[in-house]
T-cell receptor, first 112, second 114 residues
Framework: GNSVTQMEGPVTLSEEAFLTINCTYT??????LFWYVQYPGEGLQLLLK?????DKGSNKGFEATYRKETTSFHLEKGSVQVSDSAVYFC???????????FGKGTHLIIQP | EPEVTQTPSHQVTQMGQEVILRCVPI?????FYWYRQILGQKVEFLVS????????KSEIFDDQFSVERPDGSNFTLKIRSTKLEDSAMYFC????????????FGEGSRLTVL
């Protein structure tokens, strides 16, 4: 079946630091890959997505590239802000399943 | 901007009671989902719904759970006899018809079973 593995947090960084949150997946075929973000007290919001190999999703300074050879979709940002503090979920849809399969989430804390 | 809305935002119930969580998906969306997130754990898929029937469900979605789209706008999740372990945040989501389309999530309904 489908599965997503992402680095567990919390990840604590200083403002303007470089961010990487690793995500790898297992799925048959060619899944679509997503990063969702959950701010405190809120629901899940799509941050970015990629639907085929070598696609790069980007939004709000965040980027992730769909790497089929390494089955990875790592999230990166060059300079984080305090407002980026949230829980980030890597997810996939495909491999014959309709629903999303989520990773466990990574809690990101940015200190001023 | 269109959004998925969920009610109630928080419900406290006694074990064994029935609970109905309500969702209003985005109006032109065709696919509907329920997920749950037990505190501190991952977001888990429960069920997907399309064309007025369940299209897929997980092992979690046992006979205690049911979903319904009683009219053209609401999408409900019913838990027939709640257990302590049903305490979680329940998220509704909807998707347009595109196969690669994103899911739009509501803000969640927190269920506490005592």
């Amino acid at each position: 079946g489908n599965s997503v593995t992402q680095m567990e947090g919390p990840v604590t960084l200083s403002e303007e630091a470089f961010l990487t949150i690793n995500c790898t997946y297992t799925a048959t075929g060619y899944p679509s890959l997503f990063w969702y973000v959950q701010y405190p007290g809120e629901g899940l919001q799509l941050l970015l997505k990629a639907t085929k190999a070598d696609d790069k999703g980007s939004n709000k300074g965040f980027e992730a590239t769909y790497r089929k050879e390494t089955t990875s979709f790592h999230l990166e940002k060059g300079s984080v802000q305090v407002s980026d503090s949230a829980v980030y979920f890597c997810a996939l849809r495909g491999g014959g399943a309709d629903g999303l399969t989520f990773g466990k989430g990574t809690h990101l804390i940015i200190q001023p | 901007e269109p959004e998925v809305t969920q009610t109630p935002s928080h419900q406290v119930t006694q074990m064994g009671q029935e609970v109905i969580l309500r969702c209003v998906p985005i109006s032109n969306h065709l696919y509907f989902y329920w997920y749950r997130q037990i505190l501190g754990q991952k977001v888990e898929f429960l069920v997907s719904f399309y064309n007025n029937e369940i299209s897929e469900k997980s092992e979690i979605f046992d006979d205690q759970f049911s979903v319904e789209r009683p009219d053209g706008s609401n999408f409900t999740l019913k838990i027939r006899s709640t257990k302590l372990e049903d305490s979680a945040m329940y998220f509704c989501a909807s998707r347009a018809g595109s196969n690669t389309g994103e899911l739009f999530f509501g803000e969640g309904s927190r269920l506490t079973v005592l």
